[in-house]
């Protein structure tokens, strides 16, 4: 599968999780401090899968947090969708 299509399946992942994280979160318009936990829980599967890589849950915790603040210092404004696509297809070369 070409390196674009990944990384299309896996923004639209993160689109999904979004999505599905603020349904979740509706009475509170989405807010939650330990939205990279809840993050973890619902992609965890599916990131292992779609980057034929092993990692724990804890381990996918720290990614989601680390996508976060080094979004923030080098990419602010970016689509953080898109970014954290490249960014795990850059740790995790298919």
């Not at 994280?21 to 899968?49: C, M, N, Q």
């Amino acid at each position: 599968m070409a390196h674009t299509d990944i990384s299309t399946q896996l923004a639209d992942l993160f689109a999904e999780a979004k999505k599905a994280h603020l349904s979740a979160f509706i009475e509170v318009d989405g807010a939650d401090p330990d939205w990279p936990i809840w993050y973890a829980d619902y992609l965890h599967k599916r990131l292992t899968s779609l980057l034929k890589a092993s990692f724990t849950r804890s381990e996918l915790v720290y990614l989601l947090v680390l996508m976060a603040k080094e979004m923030d210092l080098h990419a602010p404004g970016a689509q953080w969708t898109h970014y954290y696509a490249r960014f795990l297809l850059q740790r995790y070369p298919l």
